[in-house]
């Protein structure tokens, strides 16, 4: 299958967003109130009763809406009628690409609802009432909202190719936790980087090291996990389907069945979107940079900064760096090892 | 609604004789014809007259070579057991490739093995199935399977243009029109086959009326007495890779034996007499013939 620029953009990138909000949601909902400090006094701010995010989960946020939102503009360049785009959200009943719009959609709703809570914070008691900010259980439920909405949408992205039968490749039981597994990832990726970056606020001591410890340590246990669904995932695709063009038009029986003359003199929209074959040479290679860059780079980095915290926020960068390259890679990949069944007319591929 | 109606009340469909098909591209140039013109408005090229001319087509002739006996017995011993295991030709790149697990042996087949290798044309469109993934994966209700004819048609005005429908044929019946931002596919001539402007013999898809040696067939596949569904009986029509569930309705019907005296299967076998039962004078017959 043709790796389009903008489909790997919106997988890669919204994919990233939506992991760095899953991490926001939970936080919300699991570890709130974390309280942050006075600035100026250091000690926890009485006068106002309200807790705050804590500036790194503001940034997350703000970078999570960024990354959403440019992968799903993306996702419209991909489109032959963009300005139709809205007609997509009507077919969830039978369709995972209406389904992703939809959720894709909602999710902005628990998103915008963590914003107002945060903008209320500023200026407790103005802009939102104080019975909502103090509301702990309405924090906790827009988290949580946040974090489901996120999984959901990613769920709902990686069906839209593991519905499709006839590119096997696709039609696998691990692109979904694959695809689950690679958002977590660059999600804490993103998160971990964001906390090594300055704050504006002052966290208790103790959260201080539970979170300098946390995410590093996260970040080794997603990437192994993600590794070892994609080595497995490798393994499956790689046994030969054994289908071949004699199949395909259903006369197996006459065996050696071989295309003397194309239908046409050009290359068609099936062969140019369905035969891609440029990255096959060189897939074993490709694999093992993604393999490295992606998983083993972050996981050692991680390990690294756990060992020697004063490397922490160079590690935290250049896991980021090494990581996201390795999952455009992954995502690349995904599309160009890909064989769409409709190649065997082509007698393109034995499959 | 991309959702799929319960059923058809009629399966209107095609019937494809690969026995007869010659591959003359006839259909697909009739079709492209009368589609350009038809209701669902154009089917533009880009590039028409230059050097890199492309564009939708509904029909696409393939071109296949069916390997004979001859080829497969000829050269090394190794050779013949290979090729009859089921293997695809060889090629520069690797004369002999490895033997696949699922490849069919060739004793099981309903089909005599030509003796000569044989060319077999082989039209592709749309199978307008029962139950295609092209119209459920559509996230704007543009795609549809009409519960009247099960005809599968695309609403060029609501298609948005994200091409999931044609990643989702395994027959590649749909193609996306870079020039209109559309996705595009056969529609069983729906403007033609109920177009009561014309004679009701022209109310038949323009592929099938342009077929020279008639190979094309339609009708209601989903009446046991229709002139298709009676054609498909008796020649053993199939359809087209059906464990992908998408239960496709259109049909093709196989090549027949060749007429070729050393066809494999129908080649007679010859039978041993024991001469000693003979009288001396047939024995001498059988003696002189024998030589």
């Given at each position: 299958m043709r790796p389009t620029f903008s489909i790997i953009f919106f997988t890669v990138v919204s994919g990233a967003g939506y992991g760095l909000w899953l991490l926001v949601g939970l936080a919300h909902a699991l570890v709130w109130p974390g309280c942050m400090l006075d600035p100026a006094t250091g000690t926890v701010d009485v006068q106002v009763s309200v807790c705050r995010m804590p500036s790194t989960l503001t940034l997350a946020w703000a970078a999570g809406f960024l990354l959403v939102s440019a992968g799903l503009l993306s996702s419209l360049a991909h489109l032959g009628q963009p300005r139709r785009a809205w007609r997509a959200?009507?077919?969830w009943r039978s369709s995972w690409l209406s389904r992703e719009?939809?959720?894709?959609?909602l999710a902005y709703v628990p998103a915008t609802g963590l914003f107002l809570i945060w903008l209320g914070q500023q200026s407790p008691g103005h802009l939102v009432p104080a019975l909502i900010l103090e509301n702990e259980t309405l924090v906790r439920v827009t988290g949580a909202l946040l974090a489901a909405a996120s999984v959901v949408t990613v769920f709902c992205t990686a069906n839209i190719y593991a519905c499709l039968k006839p590119i096997r490749a696709w039609h696998n039981r691990l692109v979904v936790p694959a695809h689950l597994a690679f958002a977590a990832l660059s999600g804490m990726l993103l998160?971990?980087?964001l906390a090594a970056l300055p704050r504006w606020d002052l966290m208790p001591a103790a959260q201080e090291t539970v979170w300098s410890v946390l995410l590093p340590f996260a970040v080794i246990v997603l990437a192994v996990i993600s590794a070892a669904i994609k080595l497995a995932y490798w393994k499956q695709i790689d046994r030969p389907s054994g289908l071949r063009t004699a199949h395909a038009i259903g006369l197996d029986a006459l065996g050696n069945v071989r295309s003397f003359e194309q239908p046409h003199t050009q290359e068609n929209y099936l062969t140019h979107e369905m035969g891609f074959r440029i990255a096959r040479k060189h897939s074993r290679k490709l694999r093992m940079i993604c393999l490295l860059a992606g998983f083993a780079t972050p996981a050692i980095l991680a390990l690294l900064a756990l060992l020697l915290p004063a490397l922490g926020a160079f590690a935290a960068w250049l896991a980021l760096l090494a990581g996201m390259s390795g999952i455009f890679l992954e995502r690349w990949l995904f599309f160009a090892e890909a064989r769409h069944a409709v190649m065997l007319y082509y007698a393109a591929h034995g499959d | 609604m991309t959702s799929l109606p319960a059923a058809t009340t009629r399966k209107l469909g095609l019937v494809i004789?690969?026995?007869?098909?010659?591959?003359?591209?006839a259909c697909a140039v009739a079709c492209k014809e009368w589609n350009d013109g038809g209701s669902f408005g154009p089917l533009p090229d880009a590039d028409p007259y230059g050097k890199e001319p492309s564009g939708v087509w509904f029909n696409r002739v393939h071109s296949y070579e069916v390997a004979g006996i001859e080829n497969r017995e000829s050269g090394v011993g190794e050779k013949r057991e290979r090729l009859v295991s089921g293997l695809a030709f060889p090629t520069p790149d690797s004369p002999f490739p490895v033997p696949e697990p699922s490849a069919r042996p060739i004793p099981d087949s309903p089909f005599p093995i030509p003796a000569h290798a044989m060319s077999l044309h082989f039209p592709r469109s749309c199978l307008h199935c029962e139950t295609p993934a092209c119209v459920t994966v559509c996230p704007t209700g543009a795609s549809y399977?009409?519960?009247?004819?099960?005809?599968?048609?695309v609403d060029e005005d609501k298609c948005i243009g994200c091409q999931l429908c044609a990643w989702a044929c395994p027959y590649g019946a749909r193609e996306f029109s870079a020039q209109?931002?559309?996705?595009?596919?056969?529609?069983?001539?729906?403007?033609?086959i109920y177009n009561e402007t014309l004679d009701e013999a022209d109310r038949q898809p323009a592929c099938v009326m342009a077929c020279p040696t008639r190979a094309r067939h339609f009708g209601d596949l989903g009446d046991a007495q229709s002139d298709v569904s009676k054609l498909v009986a008796e020649r053993g029509g199939y359809a087209l890779m059906p464990e992908?569930?998408?239960?496709?309705v259109n049909r093709y019907l196989p090549p027949r034996p060749r007429r070729d005296a050393s066809c494999a299967q129908a080649q007679p076998a010859v039978e041993a007499i024991d001469t000693a039962q003979l009288s001396p004078l047939l024995r001498w017959v059988d003696r002189v013939l024998s030589r």
């Open positions: 959200l009507s077919q719009g939809i959720a894709a959609l998160l971990w980087a | 004789d690969l026995d007869t098909c010659v591959g003359c591209h399977k009409r519960a009247e004819d099960g005809i599968v048609l209109r931002g559309v996705m595009q596919k056969c529609t069983l001539c729906v403007d033609r992908f569930g998408y239960q496709p």
